[in-house]
């Protein structure tokens, strides 16, 4: 990063030949360079004059740093065309399996999860049993039980991964342009927070981010609509897809524009002190590189990236480079083409200024060697992806493991201890933020269960009074919320990548659903399974977010229907770690079935259940 200089005045000699007032201050040092000075302030007033005079006169969104007064946050509806509405309510009839009646369309927006995993093991199942918790919608394994022979999947890992999630948001009757997808590493990642907290900050993001896109890089004319003659302005560059942010750079080469010209993060330049972004082991350095194992956008968006990801992996002969080495490609591909095509547009001589002064924020401006990246004619670099730099959607542990700590926020002698050992976080105290305030208690979302045995409620596990009655239900102030103590943010999910595999075990214990798992799932999956339910499913509630339905479960990206019993059976005791034995048998051999009448637990596989719907 540029570094800053003071400025020091030496006076010369007093000349003894009388001068004009004028000449003779004009003569001294000082005087010129304040008159320097001078002259640079106005240009700098006149550039920012000239970029603000672009920026929409609303005010920019507040970050989701914790605070005392944290401000409300930005609504999940979005107003403009970087963001979509997400599920308004509507009112038609449902069907009591839990889906939608024949020749019902859905016509609101949907959010998806996506979590490509071609097996099962306890690490998946703790990311199953997480999202399941906190009523995310019915995630979707990519490439599960799928055997790679074909040299279009290439090693049949990194590669897979970015064909199999292409061509599920390639089928229309699957997925509709305007939906939002999530899509997450299956076996490190946890979810921590809330769907409707992580869609409004992902809102929130794109809308700060856009502000800044527009401060910098401007607006130009754009055709309103296609075959209209018609232009307005237009933003250069939006956000709309949201990576995590990462510490380290890798696989990418330390000169490659992935690493070198990707912008600097947005939290405060000595957030870790004065060692900030200069420690050689980077775990005092603030996250700004792409990390691939956790991303969200819209569909159309998020299709059009994994097409050009796998091109660019066909370019390159096969799947040796893997997921996170091309999307971390594209993204400084993206930045590069931007700050190349901003330098170029103002006067070389503001852009010397600006880089001798140490005032420029371009990362073309450091002082580092940067592989020139050879732009094809005609391809369009512009992918509209931007980074969580914040953590307040995803929080990458790879150097990070020290920036997090697990802290109950109606425990006030914790948070002081905390604070006495990290005396500069006394300038931003740590508080549960609002969004967490106005949400629904933790164990609200596994929903408070139905304990009828009415089979139209198409109950799925009998009730019991052992296994599903909790000891209490407490408010968000009441958990451990793994935060991030530099950035002052709860994510909304955590993401154990690199070397940091052996938290898997450790901290699991500490997140705040560990100890009551097994019976907030038994909550979830006895959650109406009936008329209520589709009604639910087509209304695009919280509970329920796209036509297909499903509680407790997995949809492979086959259209395949898989119960926790299938999925995630043999893992209770790394799961639970409650001692209560295989689920489903807790109270001895009982026979589960699935909501279209499928034995999945407790008896014979070919003897199903006729479903009443």
């Given at each position: 990063?540029?570094?800053?200089?003071?400025?020091?005045g030496?006076?010369?000699?007093?000349?003894?030949?009388?001068?004009?007032?004028?000449?003779?201050?004009?003569?001294?040092?000082?005087?010129?360079?304040?008159f320097?000075?001078?002259?640079?302030?106005?240009?700098?007033?006149?550039?920012?004059?000239?970029?603000?005079?672009?920026?929409?006169p609303?005010?920019v969104?507040?970050?989701?740093?914790?605070?005392?007064?944290?401000?409300?946050?930005?609504?999940?509806?979005?107003?403009?065309?970087?963001?979509?509405?997400?599920?308004?309510?509507?009112?038609?009839?449902?069907?009591?399996?839990?889906?939608?009646?024949?020749?019902?369309?859905?016509?609101?927006?949907?959010?998806?999860?996506?979590?490509?995993?071609?097996?099962?093991?306890?690490?998946?199942?703790?990311?199953l049993?997480?999202?399941?918790?906190?009523?995310?919608?019915?995630?979707?394994?990519?490439?599960?039980?799928?055997?790679?022979?074909?040299?279009?999947?290439?090693?049949?890992?990194?590669?897979?991964?970015?064909?199999?999630?292409?061509?599920?948001?390639s089928?229309?009757?699957?997925?509709?342009?305007?939906?939002?997808?999530?899509?997450?590493?299956?076996?490190?990642?946890?979810?921590?927070?809330?769907?409707?907290?992580?869609?409004e900050?992902?809102?929130?993001?794109?809308?700060?981010?856009?502000q800044?896109?527009?401060?910098?890089?401007?607006?130009?004319?754009?055709?309103?609509?296609?075959?209209?003659?018609?232009?307005?302005?237009?933003q250069?560059?939006?956000?709309?897809?949201?990576?995590?942010?990462?510490?380290?750079?890798?696989p990418?080469?330390?000169?490659?524009?992935?690493?070198?010209?990707v912008?600097?993060?947005?939290?405060?330049?000595?957030?870790?002190?004065?060692?900030?972004?200069?420690?050689?082991?980077?775990?005092?350095?603030?996250?700004?590189?792409?990390?691939?194992?956790?991303?969200?956008?819209?569909?159309?968006?998020?299709?059009?990236?994994?097409?050009?990801a796998?091109?660019?992996?066909?370019?390159?002969?096969?799947?040796?480079?893997?997921?996170?080495?091309?999307?971390?490609?594209?993204?400084?591909?993206?930045?590069?083409?931007?700050?190349?095509?901003?330098?170029?547009?103002?006067?070389?001589?503001?852009?010397?200024?600006?880089?001798?002064?140490?005032?420029?924020?371009?990362?073309?401006?450091?002082?580092?060697?940067?592989?020139?990246m050879?732009?094809?004619?005609?391809?369009?670099?512009?992918?509209?992806?931007?980074?969580?730099?914040?953590?307040?959607?995803?929080?990458?542990?790879?150097?990070?493991?020290?920036?997090?700590?697990?802290?109950?926020?109606?425990?006030?002698?914790?948070?002081?201890?905390?604070?006495?050992?990290?005396?500069?976080?006394?300038?931003?105290?740590?508080?549960?933020?609002?969004?967490?305030?106005?949400?629904?208690?933790?164990?609200?979302?596994?929903?408070?269960?139905?304990?009828?045995?009415?089979?139209?409620?198409?109950?799925?596990?009998?009730?019991?009074?052992?296994?599903?009655?909790?000891?209490q239900?407490?408010?968000?102030?009441?958990?451990?919320?793994?935060?991030?103590?530099?950035?002052?943010?709860?994510?909304?999910?955590?993401?154990?990548?690199?070397?940091?595999?052996?938290?898997?075990?450790?901290?699991?214990?500490?997140?705040?659903?560990?100890?009551?798992?097994?019976?907030?799932?038994?909550?979830?999956?006895?959650?109406?399974?009936?008329?209520?339910?589709?009604?639910?499913?087509?209304e695009?509630?919280?509970?329920?977010?796209?036509t297909?339905?499903?509680?407790?479960?997995?949809?492979?990206?086959?259209?395949?229907?898989?119960?926790?019993?299938?999925?995630?059976?043999?893992?209770?005791?790394?799961?639970?770690?409650?001692?209560?034995g295989?689920?489903?048998?807790?109270?001895?051999?009982?026979k589960?079935?699935?909501?279209?009448?499928?034995?999945?637990?407790?008896?014979?596989?070919?003897?199903?259940?006729?479903?009443?719907?």
């Amino acid at each position: 990063m540029a570094n800053y200089d003071a400025f020091d005045g030496i006076t010369e000699p007093w000349k003894s030949q009388p001068k004009p007032t004028f000449m003779r201050l004009a003569r001294t040092r000082r005087s010129r360079t304040a008159f320097l000075l001078a002259v640079v302030i106005v240009l700098l007033v006149l550039v920012g004059w000239r970029g603000s005079e672009k920026i929409s006169p609303k005010p920019v969104y507040p970050s989701y740093r914790a605070s005392a007064n944290p401000p409300v946050p930005y609504t999940a509806r979005l107003g403009d065309g970087t963001e979509a509405p997400l599920l308004p309510p509507l009112d038609p009839n449902g069907s009591p399996n839990g889906t939608l009646r024949g020749g019902l369309r859905k016509t609101t927006p949907s959010f998806h999860l996506l979590i490509p995993a071609s097996q099962s093991t306890p690490d998946l199942c703790k990311t199953l049993l997480s999202s399941f918790v906190l009523s995310y919608p019915s995630p979707t394994l990519i490439n599960f039980g799928k055997v790679y022979n074909d040299d279009l999947w290439g090693d049949g890992s990194h590669v897979a991964k970015i064909r199999g999630v292409f061509e599920f948001l390639s089928d229309e009757k699957k997925v509709k342009d305007d939906d939002l997808v999530m899509i997450t590493d299956g076996y490190d990642v946890w979810f921590q927070l809330p769907p409707e907290v992580l869609i409004e900050r992902y809102h929130a993001i794109n809308k700060e981010a856009n502000q800044r896109l527009r401060g910098r890089y401007g607006t130009i004319l754009r055709e309103s609509e296609e075959g209209s003659d018609e232009t307005k302005m237009a933003q250069r560059y939006t956000q709309k897809i949201v990576f995590a942010a990462d510490k380290i750079c890798w696989p990418n080469r330390a000169e490659d524009p992935a690493c070198a010209a990707v912008p600097y993060s947005t939290l405060p330049k000595n957030v870790y002190g004065p060692q900030t972004d200069k420690d050689p082991e980077a775990f005092l350095v603030r996250p700004r590189y792409l990390n691939s194992g956790t991303v969200i956008g819209p569909v159309a968006e998020i299709r059009r990236l994994y097409e050009y990801a796998l091109k660019k992996l066909e370019e390159r002969g096969g799947g040796v480079i893997g997921d996170q080495f091309v999307f971390a490609e594209i993204f400084g591909e993206q930045e590069y083409q931007r700050e190349t095509q901003r330098k170029s547009s103002r006067s070389w001589w503001l852009e010397y200024l600006s880089d001798a002064l140490g005032t420029s924020e371009s990362p073309l401006s450091a002082n580092i060697t940067i592989n020139n990246m050879t732009a094809v004619p005609g391809r369009d670099y512009e992918f509209s992806v931007g980074l969580d730099y914040e953590s307040n959607l995803f929080q990458t542990m790879t150097h990070s493991a020290g920036d997090v700590a697990f802290i109950t926020y109606n425990d006030s002698a914790l948070l002081s201890h905390i604070q006495d050992d990290h005396p500069s976080l006394w300038s931003h105290p740590l508080s549960l933020p609002v969004d967490l305030l106005r949400a629904k208690p933790p164990f609200s979302y596994a929903s408070p269960g139905n304990h009828s045995d009415d089979s139209e409620d198409g109950i799925l596990l009998p009730f019991s009074p052992n296994l599903d009655v909790l000891d209490q239900e407490p408010t968000w102030r009441e958990v451990s919320l793994a935060t991030n103590l530099f950035a002052s943010s709860i994510p909304s999910l955590l993401h154990f990548n690199g070397d940091t595999k052996p938290f898997l075990n450790d901290w699991w214990s500490s997140m705040w659903y560990s100890s009551s798992s097994r019976a907030l799932l038994r909550r979830y999956i006895r959650s109406t399974q009936g008329k209520a339910a589709a009604q639910a499913a087509a209304e695009g509630g919280l509970n329920w977010w796209d036509t297909r339905g499903g509680r407790g479960g997995v949809w492979t990206d086959r259209g395949t229907w898989m119960g926790w019993g299938e999925v995630c059976a043999k893992t209770e005791d790394e799961v639970f770690a409650d001692g209560k034995g295989a689920w489903s048998k807790e109270n001895g051999e009982s026979k589960v079935v699935n909501m279209w009448g499928k034995v999945v637990s407790g008896g014979d596989d070919d003897d199903d259940v006729q479903n009443d719907a």
